[in-house]
């Protein structure tokens, strides 16, 4: 006879992931199943689950049959939400590395206003980490290389046109340089069948 309560095995472990900022407002979420199908289910989950957690030391809650991990800094809140029946420590793995790479990325600045400043950055780290609810990534460094993030890139948005073209003419020239031992090579060997020959 088979025990009902034991689930089958999935690779489908989060079922959330979710960034507020200090007044429990959306920054950031991707949920990937139908346990809240609306996105005022969903609100609704995060205005709750805000409230349980915005004055609480713990680190791990049980919430309308979820268990949810958190972490704060400053003026967010990280969660990682996954079912009752979900390891505690896969959910505070990804947690950890969702926000060791945020934290990488917005160069330890982690704050509400960087991060709206980065928010496609943060929102392709979390698609690095997880898809259809599917750990992907938990090393943080390999999700930052992921998400291709240089320190000394200027967002596109915030460069002036004559930035952007430099960068371009820049690439252009280096480019060009690399080829310039070829192009030398070739020039030098068309001298040399020009001068045998007459």
């Not at 960034?19 to 407002?25: K, T, Y």
Request: proline share 2%; glycine share 4%.
């Amino acid at each position: 006879m088979v025990d009902s309560t034991i689930l089958e095995p999935t690779l489908h472990t989060i079922k959330a992931i979710v960034i507020l900022d200090n007044d429990g407002c959306r920054l950031v979420a991707k949920y990937y199943d139908k346990t809240f199908a609306t996105v005022k289910e969903q609100k609704d989950f995060e205005k709750n689950l805000f409230n349980k957690t915005y004055r609480a030391n713990a680190e791990i809650i049980m919430l309308e049959g979820l268990t949810c991990v958190y972490k704060s800094n400053v003026d967010l809140y990280f969660y990682v939400i996954g079912s009752s029946q979900e390891n505690e420590l896969i959910l505070a793995s990804v947690l950890n590395a969702l926000y060791d790479a945020v934290n990488q990325m917005l160069r330890k600045n982690v704050e509400r206003r960087a991060l709206l400043e980065n928010l496609d950055a943060v929102f392709l780290a979390v698609d690095e980490i997880c898809d259809e609810g599917i750990i992907l990534e938990a090393d943080p460094s390999a999700i930052v290389q992921r998400v291709a993030i240089k320190s000394d890139d200027i967002p596109l948005g915030e460069q002036t046109v004559a930035q952007h073209l430099s960068k371009k003419l820049e690439s252009l020239i280096s480019s060009f340089l690399g080829c310039l031992p070829l192009i030398l090579s070739l020039f030098l060997c068309k001298l040399h069948v020009l001068f045998t020959v007459s």
